[in-house]
């Protein structure tokens, strides 16, 4: 027997604001149909298989790296292409590993500085 994700959980001092930012980033963990309240202590998006991406409030800032990340593909548009638009929502480049259009990652941070990684989409490059 083996144990299946249930959640992906972040800690956040804003839920709501954490939830509606990246509702906008991501195509395949949504919005509920009851939308987070500025003041929920836990907000989150709905994913593929009953998943969810929670943001839970807590009252101290991201002060070190995450021992743990998101790594984004995209599925519309290049690599680049999408490094600029969630840099556009409001992302921040914490280091850039691409090498070219066919090699490496870029790694973001959200908001509140949770570090991200934006790989090529599936198929592009070596």
């Not at 836990?42 to 969810?52: A, F, H, I, K, V």
Request: aromatic share 6%.
């Amino acid at each position: 027997m083996a144990s299946r994700t249930s959640n992906i959980c972040l800690d956040a001092r804003d839920p709501h604001a954490q939830t509606v930012w990246w509702s906008r980033v991501l195509e395949d963990f949504v919005l509920e149909d009851e939308a987070p309240a500025p003041d929920d202590e836990e907000c989150g998006l709905s994913g593929p298989d009953d998943r969810y991406l929670l943001f839970l409030k807590v009252p101290e800032p991201k002060t070190v790296k995450n021992r743990m990340h998101l790594c984004l593909r995209p599925t519309d548009r290049s690599r680049d292409q999408e490094v600029q638009r969630i840099l556009e929502l409001g992302a921040t480049m914490v280091d850039d590993r691409r090498e070219g259009p066919d090699r490496g990652w870029a790694v973001l941070a959200d908001p509140e500085g949770n570090e991200f990684c934006v790989l090529r989409p599936l198929g592009e490059g070596a």
